[in-house]
């Protein structure tokens, strides 16, 4: 069952056009990369989900709700978003406190989220002395204040250190494996890919695909890397065999789609002189950025 | 409605705003009793008669100051973008500025019973080592009282208005301080407005409050103008706020 649905959503502020006709659906209990490169649109359609903007077409609901209309919001949806500031004189547990009083939740829960996100320590201190990666978990723990059955985190990674990337991992890990459904944006695949169950990748403020992790992995390439002296003429012979090799740095190929049997023969037929040859397999990283280039230099 | 209320005061209560606020109106408040008994030039000599007038000193500032708590009241919320997460809590915007509409004016009736209640005890303190005793039972002292809670409740309440107005703090701060000290009196002068029209005015409704008496409105006149005008700018304020994107 869908929990959030985005449909047809476009949002324009004056001439730039942020979200541009945009669906998709995230089901329960399943954690979503929100996934595109900075400028995408992902923080638009995440504000409008959260009924902060206005979309100028088209809805993004929860429950099938717009987020606005949501009897109790803060137990419903928990979120975290950038640029979604703290009063730099009040204390973290103030800080919770406030939301607390607003949300009407027991003022208990404001030690019990400071504990979960690892803030205890600094519980009494004042936001404005906070780190980066403080504020990710302080923004963290005021989502999960009103213990929700749904999150939305908008790039919830900037910030934190390799320790406290890995902390967030488990964090998601364990409230996806609660049942609660999260929808996760970041600007960087390997933040997300080993959390999520889904990914949905827009550029341009277009959807470019919506797939498992797996459909993804399955569209890496295989690849020749190749280190000659003679790299431009390898290029060429390779091309005119309709194999497609790039460059990488000064005497290195990657050709795609092919053997290390193919370009060995090529390269001995021709007398080319091979260093070095290995086959390896793209990454994610480039199957997210050859799909959000290509979609960029589309739009 | 209740929390959301609670809540404001809540925010209010946990950082340092009010507090520097509140120290600053005492240490003025302590100032003009001091001004008003040392300078008796042209003035009557001290009595108990003058206890009144030494409570009331500070009460023109304290309207100010409670101005400029409801100002920063909602400014603050967009400087420092709290306002996403309040309005996340409760996406029914014209309720947070409802809210704040309550919250800001109890909190300038606070300031104002605070600050009268130390002025009274400055002046009482300071009478006393003179070997007067003032009267506490004063129906003067009653109307200054009432005048400072007012018109700092009402002020408040302006501040909130026209914070939901401008969002900016400097802007809004900036703003209020021209009209109050050039605009109104640029208006009255240059257009030649009589002084029955002018009366009309929000720092002249306000002035009826801090200074009653004269060609100003009656108190309760100048009470129901001064909360016709906050309540127009919060409503304006509120149209903008429920419409306007956070980005």
Request: net charge positive; charged share 15%; aromatic share 4%.
């Amino acid at each position: 069952m869908a929990v959030i649905t985005i449909q047809g959503l476009t949002k324009r502020f004056g001439q730039v056009v942020a979200v541009d006709d945009l669906s998709f659906e995230v089901d329960q209990g399943t954690v979503v990369g929100f996934l595109g490169p900075n400028g995408a649109g992902k923080t638009t359609t995440l504000r409008t989900l959260l009924g902060l903007v206005t979309p100028t077409a088209g809805s993004a609901r929860i429950d099938g709700q717009p987020y606005r209309e949501l009897a109790d919001p803060i137990r419903h949806v928990g979120a975290v978003l950038e640029a979604s500031g703290f009063h730099p004189g009040r204390s973290a547990r103030n800080h919770l406190r406030v939301v607390a009083t607003a949300a009407g939740l027991p003022l208990a829960r404001a030690d019990a989220v400071l504990a979960q996100v690892g803030l205890a320590e600094a519980a009494r201190r004042r936001v404005g002395g906070f780190s980066l990666g403080m504020r990710q978990r302080l923004g963290l723990a005021t989502a999960l204040l009103g213990d929700p059955r749904v999150l939305i985190l908008d790039e919830p990674a900037n910030g934190l250190d390799p320790e406290g990337v890995h902390w967030l991992r488990g964090l998601l890990r364990q409230l996806a494996d609660q049942g609660r459904t999260v929808l996760v944006s970041s600007h960087v695949l390997a933040e997300v890919a080993q959390t999520v169950d889904q990914v949905v990748i827009i550029a341009g403020g277009r959807l470019v695909t919506q797939s498992t992790l797996a459909a993804l992995t399955a569209r890496t390439d295989l690849l020749v890397r190749v280190r000659t002296p003679q790299a431009e003429t390898l290029r060429s012979l390779l091309a005119a065999q309709g194999i497609h090799a790039n460059p990488d740095g000064a005497d290195q190929l990657l050709a795609a789609g092919t053997t290390t049997e193919t370009v060995g023969k090529a390269a001995a037929a021709a007398g080319i002189v091979i260093y070095e040859m290995g086959a390896e397999r793209s990454n994610l990283e480039d199957v997210f950025l050859q799909l959000t280039t290509h979609q960029g230099a589309r739009s | 409605m209740i929390r959301l209320v609670r809540a404001e005061l809540t925010k209010l209560a946990t950082t340092r705003l009010i507090y520097g606020v509140a120290a600053v109106m005492a240490a003025f408040a302590a100032l003009t009793v001091a001004a008003n008994i040392l300078d008796r030039q042209g003035a009557p000599p001290l009595s108990a008669d003058s206890f009144p007038m030494l409570v009331g000193g500070p009460v023109t500032l304290l309207s100010g100051a409670a101005l400029l708590v409801g100002i920063l009241g909602m400014t603050t919320e967009f400087r420092h973008q709290t306002v996403t997460q309040t309005f996340l809590i409760t996406p029914d915007r014209g309720r947070v500025v409802a809210a704040k509409l309550v919250a800001y004016p109890l909190a300038g009736i606070a300031l104002a019973l605070g600050i009268v209640a130390f002025t009274a005890a400055v002046a009482t303190g300071w009478l006393a080592a003179k070997g007067i005793t003032p009267s506490l039972l004063d129906a003067r002292l009653g109307r200054v009282l009432l005048g400072a809670v007012l018109a700092a409740g009402l002020c408040a309440l302006v501040g909130v208005g026209v914070a939901a107005l401008v969002r900016n703090p400097v802007a809004a701060l900036v703003g209020v301080a021209v009209w109050v000290l050039v605009v109104e009196g640029l208006l009255m002068s240059l257009l030649n407005i009589p002084s029955s029209l002018a009366k009309w005015l929000p720092s002249a409704a306000a002035a009826a409050l801090t200074n009653p008496g004269g060609a100003q409105l009656s108190r309760l006149a100048g009470t129901l103008v001064l909360a016709g005008y906050a309540l127009a700018l919060a409503l304006a304020g509120t149209r903008l706020v429920v419409r306007r994107d956070i980005t």
